[in-house]
Nanobody, 123 residues
Framework: QVQLVESGGGLVHPGGSLRLSCAAS????????MGWYRQAPGKERELVAT????????NYADSVKGRFTISRDNAKNTVDLQMNSLKPEDTAVYYC????????????????WGQGTLVTVSS
């Protein structure tokens, strides 16, 4: 089994910053990518940012470009999301994910999701 533990959500004023972290542990054989999605009330889950494990390739939603930065630590199996200049429309539950091949099925990647962490941007 693989587990993801997220941290860092909370309440912040518009223009403020938060940093989300997500750590993966368990029967990990290989990771190919990781990232963050979010789901606002009444809306579908949407991509925020992704990063490949072996390259510096990143992908951001247009709405967060220039404000959010995704980073990873391969040695620790963690992925972070630095969120600056936060806006009320960034309010959502943020989910991290890892593309993981496990020790029990080393040739098939599957998406593992975190439990979600609430980010509220409000004055």
């Amino acid at each position: 089994q693989v587990q993801l533990v997220e941290s860092g959500g909370g309440l912040v004023h518009p223009g403020g910053s938060l940093r989300l972290s997500c750590a993966a542990s368990g029967s990990i054989f290989r990771i190919n990518a990781m990232g963050w999605y979010r789901q606002a009330p009444g809306k579908e889950r949407e991509l925020v940012a992704t990063i490949m494990r072996s390259t510096d390739n990143t992908n951001y939603a247009d709405s967060v470009k220039g404000r959010f930065t995704i980073s990873r630590d391969n040695a620790k199996n963690t992925v972070d999301l630095q969120m600056n200049s936060l806006k009320p429309e960034d309010t959502a539950v943020y989910y991290c994910y890892f593309g993981v091949a496990t020790l029990y099925d080393p040739y098939r990647y599957r998406e593992i999701w975190g439990q979600g962490t609430l980010v509220t941007v409000s004055s």
